[in-house]
Antibody, heavy 115, light 113 residues
């Protein structure tokens, strides 16, 4: 069974930083791209970033480029999202998702940016 | 960026009746190899999204056969042959042919009348 478990969310002030993690099991992590998708409260789904299997290529939503950084540790089957200079509009549930076809989803971790 | 437009945005349906959701893209989703990267997702209340249909018309494992996907180019449809109570939720279409960025439709909220 494929499991994705996100952690690292919480309340942070505008301008602050957070690092999200996603532990993946039951999946060939190192052979696949990984993606972060977010969902603001009461809103729809928004793609944030994707990293290819070896970490050499990374792609970002325009509004998070140069503030968010996706990375992975294939030896630990773990995906990360470093989020800097956070804004109120970054408030959302952040989902860790397999591939760029979005096969499997985690339960999400809530990030709240507020003073 | 490719814009995905769903209709309707709200869909009240009687139990046992069919339902249909449309998704239109701002440009063709057929790539240079003739492939179409287009999927449907379901998000039940309080749950994470899950993929229902991949590459236009292929059901994911465990998805009931009352769900079907069709379409090509810029026009796609998700059909539920007979709506059941567990189908309540929000349905999203998504394209990954022209990425980045991957883009989603606004979502269609299905409710029971």
């Amino acid at each position: 069974e494929v499991q994705l478990v996100e952690s690292g969310g919480g309340l942070v002030q505008p301008g602050g930083s957070l690092r999200l993690s996603c532990a993946v099991s039951g999946y060939t992590f190192s052979n696949n791209a990984m993606t972060w998708v977010r969902q603001a409260p009461g809103k729809g789904l928004e793609w944030v970033a994707t990293i290819l299997l070896d970490g050499s290529s990374k792609f970002y939503l325009g509004s998070v480029k140069d503030r968010f950084f996706i990375s992975r540790d294939n030896s630990k089957n773990t995906l990360f999202l470093q989020m800097n200079t956070l804004r109120a509009e970054d408030t959302a549930i952040y989902y860790c998702v397999t591939g760029h076809w979005l096969d499997y989803w985690g339960q999400g971790t809530l990030v709240t940016v507020s003073s | 960026d490719v814009v995905m437009t769903q209709s309707p945005l709200s869909l009240p349906v009687t139990l046992g009746q069919p339902a249909s959701i449309s998704c239109r893209s701002s440009q063709s989703l057929v790539d240079s190899n003739g492939n179409t990267c287009f999927h449907w997702f379901q998000q039940r209340p309080g749950q994470s999204p899950r993929r229902l249909i991949y590459r236009v018309s292929n059901r994911d494992s465990g998805v009931p056969d009352r769900f079907s996907g069709s379409g090509s180019g810029t026009d796609f449809t998700l059909k539920i042959s007979r709506v059941e109570a567990e189908d309540v939720g929000v349905y999203y279409c998504m394209q990954c042919t022209h990425w980045p960025p991957i883009t989603f439709g606004q979502g269609t909220r299905l409710e029971i009348k």
